[in-house]
C-alpha cells in the first residue's frame, strides 16, 4: 500500500503539467538491473527474540538475487520522473527442521523508485516520492547514521534500512528533498522530510537539513541533524504511556534482603526504576515487595505487602523515541592533495563520520549521550586500477545495552530489549563484558569492473547485518556479536 502511494504521488506533477498544454518528453531512458548476493556467515549468532539465548553460527550460506527495471523521463525541460519496480528472490536464514515454510524460496515484488523532481533553477530543486538519499558518498558501509539509526533504543543498521538489501548504505524511503546549491556548487545545502518505513513507530515523520562544503579540490566537510520522530503519525506510540514505559524514583522503598535475588541488590532508600519492573522485585521467599494500584485521584502508588504502607513515586516520566541527532563528516582527497591522477592511482582518501544519536538524556537508560556517539573512519587505498575501489571502514560506539530492537519491533517501546526482560540478568553479563565485545566494529570493501555492465562487489565485515526469517521479520541482533565474528558476501551486478 504504501508503495502505491508514492507511485501515484509522483505522478501528479506530470499529470498536473500534461494539463497545461502539449507535455514535450525528453531524456526517456529505460534501465534494468540485476544481481547475485552469495556468502557466508563464518562465524556468529542468530537472535530472533529478547536475546536471552543466541544460535551460535558457522559457515551458514546466504544467497539473495534480486532485479529492478526503472524508467526515467524529463517533462517539459525541468520535471524530472523515475518510476522502478523489481523483486528479490529470498530464502529464510536458517531452515528448521519439519517447517517447510524455512526451506521455500520468497519473491517479494516492490518499487525500487517512484518520484518527481522539479527544477525551479539550476542551483535549486524539488524532489518528492519514494526515492534514496545519501550523504556521505565516502561510506560503503558504515556511517550514514543521521536517517538510519535509532536514538532510542540506540541502534545502528547496515546496508538499507529494513534489511532487505545487504550491500550498500543508501537510505530510501518516502519524503521530499530541496537542494539549494551556492557559491557555484561549493555550499549545498539538503532540507529534508522523510517517513519512518521501517521501525516501529511506523510512518512517523523527521525534518532534517544537511548542508556540504567543498573547501577546495581535496577537501569536503558536512554537517547536518534531524528532528528525529518529531512529527508523529500517532504521539502515544512515539511516547508510549504505559508502566512498562514510565521511569519512576520511589522515596522509602524498603531494602532487599537477598541482592542476589534484587535487580541491583538494593539497600533501600530512593528506589530508580522502570515501573513495570518495580512489581516484579521480590523478597528472600520469591514473594513480591510491592503491589502496584492507583488512588483516588488516578495516580500511580506502590502498596508494601509486608507492611501495608504506601509510596508515591516523587517522579513519573515518560520514555519518548523523538531525538535530535546531529552529524559531522570529512574528506580528505589524498590523490588531489598530493597532486596524483585519480585515474591512475583508483580512488586514495580519508574520510570520516560521527554522530550524537540524541542530544537529550532520558532518565535510567540513556543518561550518558557519548554511549550514543557512533564513530566512522575510513580509507580508500589506491590499487592503480587493479580494483575500482578498495575501502576499508572502522566504528566504534560504546553502547553498554545489547544492540536488540526486539522492545521497539515486538512492543514499540523506546527501551533497550534485556534478555529475557530481566535487569538482574542484564547486570551479570554486563559485568562479564558481553556487551563490550561489539563496541568495535570493521567492514572492507572492494569492487571491480569486470566488462562494461558487469560489476563484481566483496564485503568482509563485522557490521550490524540483520537478515529476515520465514515471515520477512529482521533478526532482532545483528548476526555478528563478537569480536571474532565475520562474514562475507559476494556480489554480482549486471546492468543496462
Not at 502505491?4 to 534494468?32: M, Q, W, Y
Not at 522515596?251 to 512489581?279: H, R, Y
Amino acid at each position: 500500500m504504501k508503495t502505491t502511494h508514492c507511485l501515484a504521488f509522483a505522478c501528479v506533477v506530470g499529470f498536473a503539467n500534461a494539463d497545461k498544454g502539449a507535455p514535450v518528453v525528453t531524456e526517456r531512458n529505460l534501465s534494468i538491473a540485476a544481481f547475485v548476493d552469495a556468502g557466508q556467515v563464518v562465524q556468529g549468532s542468530y537472535v530472533n527474540d529478547d536475546g536471552h539465548d543466541p544460535k551460535t553460527l558457522h559457515d551458514i550460506f546466504m544467497n539473495r538475487d534480486g532485479i529492478a527495471l526503472t524508467y526515467s523521463g524529463t517533462l517539459n525541460g525541468n520535471v524530472h520522473m523515475n518510476i522502478g519496480v523489481g523483486g528479490l528472490f529470498w530464502k529464510p536464514f536458517l531452515g528448521i527442521p519439519g517447517n517447510a515454510s524455512t526451506k521455500k524460496i520468497n519473491f517479494g515484488p516492490g518499487i525500487s523508485e517512484a518520484s518527481t523532481q522539479y527544477d525551479y533553477n539550476p542551483r535549486l530543486t524539488v524532489k518528492f516520492g519514494y526515492f534514496g538519499y545519501k550523504y556521505n558518498p565516502d561510506a560503503t558501509n558504515l556511517g550514514e547514521y543521521l536517517l538510519r539509526s535509532e536514538a532510542y533504543p540506540t541502534i545502528l543498521q547496515n546496508g538499507t534500512v529494513g534489511d532487505w538489501v545487504w550491500l550498500g548504505n543508501e537510505y530510501k524511503s518516502m519524503g521530499a528533498k530541496v537542494t539549494w546549491d551556492l557559491l557555484n556548487g561549493a555550499f549545498r545545502q539538503d532540507f529534508l522530510i522523510f517517513s519512518d518505513f521501517y521501525g516501529s513507530p511506523l510512518f512517523d515523520f523527521s525534518p532534517s537539513y544537511v548542508a556540504t562544503w567543498k573547501v577546495s579540490k581535496a577537501f569536503e566537510i558536512s554537517g547536518g541533524f534531524s528532528l528525529h520522530r518529531w512529527l508523529p503519525i500517532k504521539p502515544s506510540e512515539t511516547t508510549p504511556n504505559q508502566p512498562g514505559n514510565i521511569y519512576a524514583e520511589v522515596p522509602n522503598f524498603p531494602a532487599l534482603s537477598d541482592p542476589a535475588d534484587a535487580v541491583l541488590g538494593f539497600n533501600g532508600g530512593t528506589l530508580k526504576a522502570m515501573e513495570s519492573q518495580i512489581v516484579n522485585f521480590v523478597d528472600s521467599s520469591g514473594n513480591p515487595i510491592v503491589k502496584q494500584e492507583v488512588d483516588a485521584k488516578g495516580r500511580t502508588i506502590f502498596i508494601v505487602n509486608s507492611t501495608g504502607d504506601t509510596l508515591r513515586p516523587t517522579t513519573e516520566t515518560k520514555l519518548t523515541f523523538k531525538a535530535i541527532e546531529v552529524m559531522g563528516r570529512a574528506s580528505l582527497n589524498l590523490s588531489s592533495l598530493l597532486g596524483l591522477e585519480e585515474k591512475t592511482t583508483g580512488p586514495f582518501k580519508l574520510f570520516g563520520e560521527i554522530a550524537i544519536l540524541g542530544l537529550e538524556n532520558q532518565p535510567y537508560f540513556y543518561e550518558d549521550r557519548t554511549q550514543r556517539m557512533p564513530i566512522m573512519l575510513g580509507a580508500d587505498i589506491p590499487t592503480f586500477n587493479w580494483l575500482d575501489l578498495f575501502s576499508v571502514q572502522v566504528e566504534y560506539l560504546k553502547n553498554p545495552f545489547p544492540d536488540n530492537n526486539f522492545s521497539q519491533f515486538q512492543n514499540t517501546v523506546p527501551q533497550p530489549q534485556l534478555p529475557s526482560d530481566n535487569p538482574a540478568i542484564y547486570k551479570l553479563r554486563e559485568q562479564a563484558g558481553i556487551y563490550d565485545r561489539d563496541d568495535f566494529k570493521w567492514s572492507i570493501n572492494l569492487q571491480k569492473t569486470i566488462v562494461s555492465g558487469w560489476r563484481a562487489d566483496l564485503q568482509v565485515a563485522n557490521d550490524h547485518l540483520r537478515v529476515q526469517d520465514e515471515s520477512a521479520q529482521p533478526s532482532f541482533m545483528p548476526v555478528t556479536q563478537g569480536k571474532s565474528d565475520w562474514y562475507y558476501l559476494l556480489r554480482f551486478l549486471w546492468s543496462m
